[in-house]
């Protein structure tokens, strides 16, 4: 059961454009998410994350957006440069009864083309 | 600050045997997990330690297992190795309470 899903395999987009990566959950007890940036043969980049107490968050070129009720976030990416070209992974995160130990679930992942 | 260190990057061994692969989280981070990245399963969390105890446990058989010690370094074995253990570990740390997790360059394993 995937229970962060990243319905785009792969994306395209001409540089100067805005990209934006979609991700759905189904499990209402997370409440932290986070986006990471990976190119091949290196480990996960992150990004950029957001409470579930906030519906958007900020970071230069990157927002992502929260829309609780959906369950759905999406990272936006404005402008779009060729450097931007990778594959791009949601994750969510639980905060357990201890109160500190967190795992991340992630989605299997958007290959995002920023195009010259 | 010195990022997450992963040693080996790479490694192959062959079925039956183990492996044991290390990690040095960033410097103040005494938290550490590890996960797996295979194309199949895509990212799956194995492991997290924090001051030399495993607090949570992922999916996977007693095949796998870590530990962590005082300077916060940590280790992953796999036991009997499989062909399907063939994959990309990846370590992480962060601090505790902070669910920003900074990965490692990983290690990439084959099984033959």
């Known amino acids: 059961d995937q229970q962060v899903k990243q319905n785009s395999p792969s994306l395209s987009v001409q540089e100067g454009r805005i990209s934006i990566l979609n991700c759905d959950y189904t499990?209402?007890?997370?409440?932290?998410f986070l986006w990471y940036k990976k190119y091949p043969a290196e480990g996960p980049t992150f990004l950029i994350s957001i409470s579930s107490i906030k519906d958007k968050n900020e970071d230069g070129r990157f927002t992502v957006f929260l829309n609780k009720s959906a369950k759905h976030l999406s990272l936006h990416i404005v402008p779009s440069q060729p450097g931007d070209s990778a594959v791009y992974f949601c994750?969510?995160?639980?905060?357990?009864?201890?109160?500190?130990?967190?795992?991340?679930?992630f989605g299997s992942g958007t290959q995002l083309t920023v195009l010259p | 600050k010195a990022g997450v260190t992963q040693t080996p990057r790479y490694l192959i061994k062959t079925r039956g045997q183990q492996v044991t692969l290390s990690c040095s989280p960033i410097?103040?981070?005494?938290?550490v997990s590890w996960y797996q990245q295979t194309p199949g399963q895509g990212l799956q969390f194995l492991f997290e330690?924090?001051?030399?105890?495993?607090?949570n446990k992922g999916n996977f058989p007693g095949r796998f297992s870590g530990r962590q010690f005082s300077n916060s370094r940590s280790e992953m074995n796999v036991s009997t190795l499989e062909l399907g253990d063939s994959a990309l570990y990846l370590c992480?740390?962060?601090?505790?309470?902070?669910?920003?997790?900074?990965f490692g360059p990983g290690t990439r394993l084959t099984v033959t």
């Open positions: 410097s103040g981070h005494r938290s």
């Open positions: 330690y924090f001051s030399e105890t495993q607090r």
């Open positions: 499990n209402s007890m997370f409440d932290y």
């Open positions: 992480a740390s962060s601090l505790d309470r902070n669910p920003e997790q900074y």
């Open positions: 994750a969510a995160s639980t905060t357990f009864s201890s109160g500190s130990a967190r795992q991340l679930t």
